[in-house]
DNA sequence: CATGAATGAGCCTTCATTCAT
DNA sequence: GATGAATGAAGGCTCATTCAT
């Protein structure tokens, strides 16, 4: 990966980006050869950046996991400790409506993720979210982040539900934000 | 589906048996096959029972919905107001935790109990046991059917997650709960 | 065959009669279910009394044939020697229109009746009505059975074509009498 | 379709030829499996030329249309009018005993040909053949079109039949022709 | 004898993966 | 490195035929 000529790295980013879009739309169980479609390349192309399709669903999902913990550790950094990570809870939920994958993702949808456990990740910068917002008095104390990953999961997979509009959204997240404040 | 000769019964039972089993464990996506294996039985005759696999499917979720509605409404008619929503709530997820099944139901598996809406079978009960809690002040006013039907399909995702042990359930649900309560 | 108990042989022709109706409809390829559901008997009975898809559908063709080659044979004997050759043609051509069985038949539609050239129990009415025509002037001295045979078959196939109505069987089976006419 | 890799074109013109020969033999009811066979290709190579049996089936009847078609029309802009209906007749009907699919052809096998209505791209030529023939005084002025696709689907079909023979052919031919002319 | 459930080979179709070009 | 054709293992489903009841 490090001595890529210019057009196989091209190509490998388009098959990334094509490979979010699809399945953040049809899901993980979307066929390889529309990922190549979409991305104007030929599904040996896919296969040679990506020897199996697992590998391409765990690069995407890493990708989106980088994403979720930069986010989480800019709000950690600069966001109003009392908030933020109810703020971040929020955007994860938001992006897991926009994109099926966010919410495959939280449940341990990449088998390399989880098995290699990289899904910890988020554990750092989420710990710190929580553990700020405790000692705001936001959260109450007995709140673990154990128990905030697994609602951020159920959340952003309650997201994918039929009827789920911003305001449903709203309400739901308010019942689970209140059950954590003191 | 009244005068089944016991042979036939028989089979029809050990097919659906079978089915729980597998679906639980694998998702609505396992094969026909392998629940034709485990019922000891050949691929034709689960076929004879279930023209479709969707209709197999239908008839698992149908079993599910069914038990549900009757514990809630039992729940409804005969236990205490103030916990009748929480016990029925904790015992769905903890049947989720058990059965890949139930969650994929609570999400709108089975295409035609979706597109039939029979899922709102559930609606009545859980509406019930909703009402009696704010009546009964156990529950804030505002909450409504839709987020608890969307918490209660979140859970029993979340209940499927890897590292879900009763403890963290009973955590996880805590903060459901204290978030519904005035 | 010739011992048969009293409800045995009411089945037997309870299964013939539905199936010369169904093959009639959706032709030789129907299947023997349906053909035990008209008859209002479990496929077991229809196995019992044909031992094989084929032996039922040899059976009916049989019947058919019977019913052809008698006729025939009335036409042979009573008829006018001018006109009987084209009467039996035209019924043949008919009955095909209304039951696809019959063109199966003369196509050679039952393996057995085709190997065992019972249908050549056809020929020999229709050579019968063939010979008396020419005798009467009526057909073309150089006209043989054969031709006969093979443009009986040919017509029979035709009234199955999608846009057949009687107008266009008239106008097709006149260019073929005419074409047999002196 | 035009800018196939070679190995790509060679193996549809393979699996074309071998359906060709299957469904000839055996009727469009032959099995994908056995075209793959004697192709000597994979089923999943049949299935990427042509994504549906019935592509399959309709490319063939295409092909065979199309050639009928164009004999046609060169018998129709060069050939003697007095003839050259029967002999596109006969070519057919020599086609026909040749391949099954010919026949099934005239009769409207291919549901996508029969439902484009495309077999009606064989009336245009047939119908200029009829009326030069018709013109030239060959034959009566009261045949119409539609008989005479009748005629030829009929005689078509019975060139399938056990005995037919090249006499036997020209005989029965020579019937219909003799009952075409004035 | 009748019943109808069970069997299982066979069919069409999809899709991840490989490999010749 | 890219291409896209070939592969072949499943998967869902049908139906003639067998056999326990």
């Known amino acids: 990966m490090a001595q890529l000529r210019a057009d196989a790295r091209r190509n490998r980013e388009r098959i990334l980006a094509a490979a979010e879009e699809v399945f953040a739309e ?3 169980s979307a066929s390889t ?6 991305a104007g390349v030929a599904i040996g192309t896919v296969f ?3 020897p199996t399709k697992d590998d391409l669903l765990a690069a995407i999902f890493k990708a989106l996991l980088a994403r979720l913990v930069s986010e989480a550790g800019e ?3 600069s ?3 009392k908030t933020a990570l109810f703020a971040f809870f929020t955007r994860v939920v938001e992006a897991a ?3 099926r994958t966010v919410a495959e993702l939280l449940t ?3 088998a390399d993720l989880r098995l290699g456990g990289a899904l910890r990740a988020l554990d750092e910068p989420l710990g710190t979210l929580l553990r700020r917002a405790q000692e705001a008095g936001a959260v109450r104390e007995d709140v673990r ?3 905030v990953r697994a609602l951020l999961a159920a959340a952003s997979q309650a997201a994918l539900l039929a009827g789920w509009t911003p305001e449903l959204q709203d309400r739901t997240l308010e019942i689970i934000f209140r059950g954590c404040r003191p």
Not at 33 to 38: G, H, I, L, S
Request: overall charge negative; aromatic content about 4%; proline content about 4%.
């Open 108 to 110: 341990g949808g990449g």
């Open 79 to 81: 966001g109003d400790p």
């Open 33 to 38: 050869e529309e990922v190549a479609a979409r």
């Open 26 to 28: 049809r899901g993980a």
């Open 97 to 99: 409506a926009a994109r």
């Open 75 to 77: 709000l950690a950094g």
């Open 145 to 147: 982040l154990e128990e």
């Open 48 to 50: 040679r950046h990506f």
